[in-house]
């Protein structure tokens, strides 16, 4: 199975209600939330760890704290500190604002200047099955997803919100 990631719209009330949650209930509110498409969300699908890898040098699973580049990609505050929980965390929207303006100072150019196929082999960045031939599709599929989740925070940051992120 692969562990993909979503983005979602998320105002205080709907994150308090996470907040107070188990485990269990809050996963179910957030399959719910995206049946009902209630709230705007961005499916990344299985480019957060190499995002996360190309602006920050590391892997997803090695979150950089204070670190608004990593925040972008995995969110500011999990709502679980359980390494066998589903990974879920939140960013409020004052925040948000900090990290939509971070990622704003970059541009895809330089983004994608870290891309080294055989970095992301040799860091074992998920998802893991990198092939040579596919390099350049590669690169248009991550650069689609900086481009869109920097475009998905401007949005979230104009409307006040903050969001959910799911990597499951």
């Given at each position: 199975m692969n562990m993909k990631a979503y983005y979602i719209e998320a105002n205080e009330k709907?994150?308090?209600?996470?907040?107070?949650?188990?485990?269990?209930?809050?996963?179910?509110?957030?399959?719910l939330i995206q049946d009902l498409h209630k709230y705007k969300y961005y499916a990344m699908g299985t480019w957060?760890?190499?995002?996360?890898?190309?602006?920050?040098?590391?892997?997803?699973?090695?979150?950089?704290?204070y670190s608004m580049l990593s925040e972008a990609v995995v969110g500011k505050k999990p709502f679980s500190e359980d390494e066998?929980?589903?990974?879920?965390?939140?960013?409020?929207?004052?925040?948000l604002a900090r990290i939509s303006a971070s990622l704003d100072w970059l541009s895809v150019k330089e983004v994608m200047g870290a891309f080294s196929l055989k970095d992301l082999i040799e860091h074992d960045i998920y998802p893991g099955d990198w092939k040579e031939?596919?390099?350049?599709?590669?690169k248009k599929e991550l650069a689609n997803a900086f481009k869109t989740l920097r475009r998905f925070y401007q949005i979230m940051t104009e409307q006040g919100e903050g969001v959910v992120v799911c990597i499951y």
């Open positions: 709907l994150i308090e209600s996470l907040q107070k949650s188990s485990e269990e209930d809050r996963m179910d509110q957030i399959e957060w760890d190499a995002l996360h890898y190309l602006l920050t040098g590391v892997s997803a699973c090695e979150p950089i704290e066998e929980a589903n990974f879920i965390s939140y960013t409020s929207a004052a925040d031939e596919k390099e350049s599709e590669y």
